[in-house]
């Protein structure tokens, strides 16, 4: 297994000053490859020890062995996409979401989406794509949705916001400026705020009140490779939990929602 699969792999047992370590990994191996474990320990923000325990963790026996096999790996970046199994990877990726979503956030999750005047859903990009599902999904509850990928729609929608109004803002990285800055403006307003994301250390998960911590991904050289599967996943998770909530003082309503979609079909 590869140095970056492997830390996708066990990236939840991993401390806070240990993500440290393993974010710069997989967001810039190739400026690790040059470092010394001095060095690497100083950019990163964290003592060498950190960095021993997180080589230790990846089943090394030194930070040069870590350093050659890295290298190694990078070297051979452009192995052929046959070599893959997609339907393994996509399987492994919603197997680890039992261990990245913490069952008490999402149920303070689903108490503040039953509490809201409205839900608004920011994200920017694939993340944008995943936001407008999400916001379709709840509209179908009966909720009353927002949805925009624009930025400066978002900001200027934030800006009308109270504290009885709740933002959920999707990224996968969590460090998309855009979408960032948007949540901070719904914040400083007196929304509520939940960021869904692999990274719990992330700048968007720092500035929300609650994070959904979506399940790690194989790391991607190219970012439209990079797969949405989490979450979507955890969209779905948040959404049935909702549905099952609301579903017998609702019932009545999805009752009509299904009558109307039918004349729809053939």
Do not use: C
């Not at 990846?58 to 192995?79: C, P, V």
């Not at 909530?245 to 009509?256: A, C, D, G, L, S």
């Amino acid at each position: 297994m590869k140095i970056k699969d492997k830390i996708l792999n066990i990236y939840a047992r991993f401390s806070p000053a240990e993500r440290k370590v393993a974010d710069y990994i997989l967001e810039k191996p190739d400026d690790v490859i040059h470092y010394s474990i001095t060095e690497f320990a100083k950019i990163v923000g964290v003592s060498e020890t950190t960095v021993h325990r997180v080589i230790k963790k990846l089943d090394f026996e030194g930070y040069q062995i870590f350093k050659i096999t890295l290298a190694r790996e990078l070297s051979g970046i452009e192995e052929t996409i046959e070599k893959h199994d997609f339907i393994d990877e996509q399987i492994e990726i919603l197997k680890r979401l039992k261990e990245t979503l913490d069952k008490k956030s999402l149920e303070k999750a689903v108490n503040w989406i039953l509490s809201a005047r409205r839900l608004l859903f920011f994200g920017v990009g694939l993340s944008g794509i995943v936001s407008e599902y999400a916001s379709l999904k709840f509209a179908f509850l009966g909720f009353h949705t927002f949805f925009s990928n624009d930025p400066h729609v978002q900001v200027i929608e934030a800006v009308n916001l109270t504290n009885e109004d709740l933002v959920i803002s999707i990224s996968h990285t969590g460090n998309i400026r855009d979408t960032v800055k948007s949540t901070q403006v719904a914040k400083d307003m007196g929304a509520k705020t939940i960021a869904i994301t692999t990274n719990k250390n992330s700048e968007l998960a720092k500035i929300a009140h609650l994070t959904l911590q979506s399940p790690p991904v194989r790391y991607e050289v190219y970012e439209f490779l990079r797969e949405n599967i989490g979450e979507i996943a955890v969209v779905d998770v948040l959404f049935k939990e909702t549905f099952r909530r609301i579903y017998q003082e609702r019932k009545k309503h999805f009752e009509n929602l299904r009558d109307v979609f039918k004349p729809k079909k053939f």
